[in-house]
């Protein structure tokens, strides 16, 4: 067993019992899309950019529930919201007013949102989207680009890594082509295929800018393809929306695309999603309003409680700078890594947009415009190596990275524990070097 495993199996000691619970009843033994070995950590309460485990350990966050949590864990304008709403029931089996306060919320902040559509998750989102899109041109198939993530439904699924094709119909796996983010390869493609109804992209690429695309010429040249050759533009926006500004890639960016699919912020940090755009295509999903009707029904769309936590949530960011703390605080983490990698003569870099931090170890890249123009191949290559155990060495000095690869930062995150994590990180780098990985 290494130092770091070693270490880490003692700190984590009842997260360890609790993992041989649960692999009782749980396959995989706790429902974490990626399996942390030798056993995930156990969470019990967060506050602000800390969490508490099961063992007592204090951690800084970064996973911020996968990105939900630009105001940081147990806000308290979101919990007073949900406390107040609790007292009046949890589901209306209704319309109910909270339902047009949210989405006109999502209407005024984001760029493309003409009309909005709430769903229960990101995938739930893509899926929406994708069927809008086929539903309002009459073609079939969707381009992704490779590794961009969408969740995990039929139509998005079948690149291996978070993914697995098992299950999946091969004849739903043929109305999708999977396409490198690549200008000319897209235009090459929209002028043999026809029946291509919609493209859907991560705007800062696969992995939540793990492999980053150059912006704004990427975004600007899919709208400019999509809408010559009539395909539907959908954005998805699930990490990106409320982040990357507060209009989201789209408005940091000025590219506007035909749909916006969301999840994450715009729930509050509870389960919800959207899809917005163009009325156009939207307006499909209203009986009477276009020659194609389409159908979205859903117990808990727009339930009262995943509502008033987006509003909540919505109105902070609207109104007070978090998007400025939270990108504030990215920055100087950034810096701290640098510094730390240079003390320890590790190569390395990072990149990564507004409080988005992407890690590379073994290799030196950087535009100075942080993007890393490494090749994907590499770039993936020495993500693969470094995440499991930069991810175990972190937790072992305190700090939840995003996938051993990155950092979300929240508003939540002070100076104090930026500079507490780049300390981590330094002390990883060590723990790292003496097991041979750096
Ligand atoms: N799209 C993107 C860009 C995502 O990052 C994710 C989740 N990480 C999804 C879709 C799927 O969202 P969910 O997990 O809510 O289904």
Redesign the pocket.
């Known amino acids: 067993m290494s130092a770091i495993v070693e270490r880490y199996a003692q700190k984590f000691e009842k997260s360890g019992r609790l993992s041989e619970r649960g692999h009782r009843t749980i396959p995989n033994g706790a429902h974490l899309?990626r399996p942390l070995h030798p056993f995930p950590v156990y969470v019990e309460h967060a506050q602000g950019g800390l969490k508490w485990d099961a063992d007592g350990n204090e951690i800084v966050d970064y996973m911020m529930g996968?990105?939900a949590l630009i105001l940081g864990h147990s806000h308290p304008k979101i919990n007073e919201a949900l406390t107040a709403r609790l007292a009046k029931g949890t589901h209306m089996g209704a319309a109910t007013p909270e339902e047009l306060r949210w989405a006109e919320l999502v209407s005024e902040l984001i760029p493309s949102a003409e009309r909005v559509r709430f769903t229960s998750?990101?995938?739930?989102?893509?899926l929406l989207a994708i069927r809008l899109a086929r539903a309002f041109t009459g073609k079939n198939k969707v381009v992704k680009f490779r590794e961009?993530?969408?969740?995990?439904h039929d139509y998005v699924s079948m690149e291996s890594g978070i993914n697995t094709q098992a299950g999946i119909p091969p004849e739903a796996m043929a109305t999708v082509i999977v396409a490198e983010p690549d200008v000319d390869e897209l235009a090459a493609l929209f002028e043999q295929d026809g029946d291509v109804a919609a493209v859907i992209m991560?705007p800062t690429g696969a992995h939540?800018g793990q492999f980053p695309v150059q912006n704004p010429s990427f975004l600007e040249s899919v709208r400019e393809l999509t809408a010559r050759h009539g395909v539907v533009m959908i954005m998805?926006?699930?990490?990106?929306a409320f982040r990357l500004s507060r209009g989201g890639a789209q408005g940091r960016y000025g590219v506007t695309p035909d749909l916006t699919?969301m999840?994450?912020i715009v729930a509050g940090g509870l389960p919800g999603?959207a899809v917005a755009g163009k009325d156009d295509i939207m307006s499909l999903l209203a009986p009477g309003n276009h020659p194609v009707h389409m159908s979205h029904p859903g117990t808990f769309i727009a339930n009262p409680l995943s509502a008033t936590a987006g509003i909540a949530c919505l109105e902070t960011l609207a109104n007070e700078p978090v998007n400025e703390r939270a990108d504030a605080m990215a920055e100087r983490l950034k810096a701290g890594l640098v510094e730390a990698m240079g003390r320890m003569e590790v190569i390395g870099h990072v990149h990564g947009v507004a409080s988005i931090i992407h890690v590379v170890l073994g290799a030196e890249c950087n535009d100075g415009g942080g993007i890393s123009t490494l090749p994907h191949d590499e770039l993936a290559e020495r993500t693969a190596a470094q995440s499991g155990p930069l991810k175990l060495a972190m937790l072992n000095e305190g700090v939840d990275m995003m996938g051993g690869i990155g950092f979300i930062v929240s508003a939540a995150h002070g100076e104090d524990l930026i500079d507490r994590t780049s300390e981590a990180f330094e002390n990883s780098l060590k723990a790292l070097r003496a097991e041979g990985v750096v």
């Open positions: 899309s996968y990105g998750s990101g995938t739930e989102s893509t961009h993530f969408h969740g995990w991560e939540w998805d926006e699930v990490i990106t699919t999840a994450k999603g």
